[in-house]
């Protein structure tokens, strides 16, 4: 119910866009959810954490269940329900972000996640935000032809690695958390930094030569425009 309000009061707003000037690099990570070119950040929704947990708990108890017995089949009930509840929420955040990204901007940028993945993402936990990586750049893919918004898909190297400020190469391990750069002194969280990379590559990708459009307002984004409320806010960095 909750994500059919959601998409046609989306689809209602068709051709309604009006250009912003605005462009945006996004990196996702698991530390926030994404991170834009602008240093805004979308957390994790909490509710949706706390959901795939329980979840996972739920389906370690039913494994342990007995075969045809009365608790195993409740159990399996229950799981199915948990189950929808879940991926109804993961979507539904997916989205959301994504429609409000995609609206105020004329032109989105962000990693090749497959190819990240396979990179920067072996020893980590994977399947949860690898889900909700996947579902959020459809969306995002989605409400780009919508909105006649350029989605641009970049290819993950160096990104994290590289200045963006003087483009030299500072290498840093997943755990150092700010970027330091010892060429030009530019000193950025680390997730600011690789947004601003990606877009970067995007812009050039589409063979953009124009002048960013530099910090704006997003208050689109931190409406609370779907029943599930505060799943994701915009926090300025500084
Ligand atoms: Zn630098």
Not at 13 to 35: A, P, Y
Not at 184 to 191: K, N, S, V
Not at 200 to 218: F, K, M, P, W, Y
Request: charged share 25%; glycine share 8%; hydrophobic share 30%.
């Amino acid at each position: 119910m909750v994500i059919i309000a959601s998409f046609v009061s989306t689809t209602k707003e068709l051709n309604k866009r009006e250009t912003t000037g605005k462009t945006i690099g996004l990196d996702v990570g698991l530390n926030h959810f994404l991170t834009d070119s602008e240093g805004n950040q979308v957390e994790n929704p909490r509710h949706l954490r706390k959901s795939e947990k329980s979840l996972k708990r739920l389906q370690r108890r039913f494994s342990k269940t007995k075969k045809g017995s009365k608790n195993r089949v409740k159990l399996r009930q229950v799981l199915a329900r948990k189950h929808l509840k879940v991926s109804r929420q993961r979507k539904d955040f997916a989205v959301k972000t994504a429609r409000c990204v995609v609206q105020s901007n004329d032109l989105v940028a962000y990693e090749d996640l497959k190819v990240r993945n396979m990179i920067r993402n072996r020893h980590l936990s994977k399947s949860i935000s690898d889900a909700a990586w996947t579902q959020f750049r459809q969306w995002v893919e989605y409400f780009g032809k919508v909105f006649g918004v350029v989605t641009v898909a970049v290819p993950p190297h160096g990104t994290s690695q590289n200045c963006s400020n003087c483009g030299e190469v500072v290498k840093k391990s997943l755990s150092t958390r700010t970027h330091v750069c010892p060429h030009c002194g530019h000193i950025q969280d680390r997730d600011w930094n690789a947004a601003r990379n990606i877009l970067e590559i995007g812009l050039r990708t589409v063979g953009h030569t124009g002048t960013l459009i530099a910090s704006g307002d997003i208050d689109l984004c931190t409406g609370g425009e779907t029943p599930l409320g505060k799943s994701s806010r915009f926090k300025e960095e500084t």
